[in-house]
T-cell receptor, first 112, second 115 residues
């Protein structure tokens, strides 16, 4: 069955530093890939998505993600983290069975 | 509505009682999902409705859980004889269609606490 792995439960990054959140998926073909963010007390918001074409996709709030087929990965990146980026980040895949499968999430802490 | 609306936002119930959680999707969205978010467990898929098709109930954890969607719009998730392990945030999402590339819009969730 398809699955999504986010190996980092917590990550702490200094404000202004770069960020990379890891996501690996398990599926035979190329899935549809998403990153969502859940800020404290907020619902989930879509950051970006990948379906096909250019493997580097740009999202909102200065985030980007790169799809690497050879590594079955879709890592999320941001060059310079702001304190407001502190949140929980979820990677998700949709493999055509009409349901989004989410990873367990990575909680980002931003230190001053 | 402007977004996905869930009610109540918080629910405290005694073990053994039944609860109903409501989801009002975005108007015109044909697909609706229920997820459960437990601490450290990520988002667990529960059930999926798409139009008039039979729902995908493959994620419901036990027969105490059921959901319906009336008129292709509002959905109710019912948990019978609640247990403490049912305590979680229950999230509803809707999408414009059933395609793989459509963005899911989430509600704020219902935090269920079983005491």
């Amino acid at each position: 069955a398809q699955s999504v792995t986010q190996p980092d439960i917590h990550i702490t990054v200094s404000e202004g530093a770069s960020l990379e959140l890891r996501c690996n998926y398990s599926y035979g073909a190329t899935p549809y890939l998403f990153w969502y963010v859940q800020s404290p007390g907020q619902g989930l918001q879509l950051l970006l998505k990948y379906f096909s074409g250019d493997t580097l996709v740009q999202g909102i709030k200065g985030f980007e993600a790169e799809f690497k087929r050879s590594q079955s990965s879709f890592n999320l990146r941001k060059p310079s983290v702001h304190w407001s980026d502190a949140a929980e980040y979820f990677c998700a895949v949709n493999t055509g069975f009409q349901k989004l499968v989410f990873g367990t999430g990575t909680r980002l802490l931003v230190s001053p | 509505g402007a977004g996905v609306s869930q009610s109540p936002s918080n629910k405290v119930t005694e073990k053994g009682k039944d609860v109903e959680l409501r989801c009002d999707p975005i108007s015109g969205h044909t697909a609706l999902y229920w997820y459960r978010q437990s601490l450290g467990q990520g988002l667990e898929f529960l059930i999926y409705f798409q139009g008039n098709s039979a729902p995908d109930k493959s994620g419901l954890p036990s027969d105490r859980f059921s959901a319906e969607r009336t008129g292709g719009s509002v959905s109710t998730l019912t948990i019978q004889r609640t247990q403490q392990e049912d305590s979680a945030v229950y999230l509803c999402a809707s999408t414009r269609g059933g395609g793989m590339n459509t963005e899911a819009f989430f509600g704020q969730g219902t935090r269920l606490t079983v005491v």
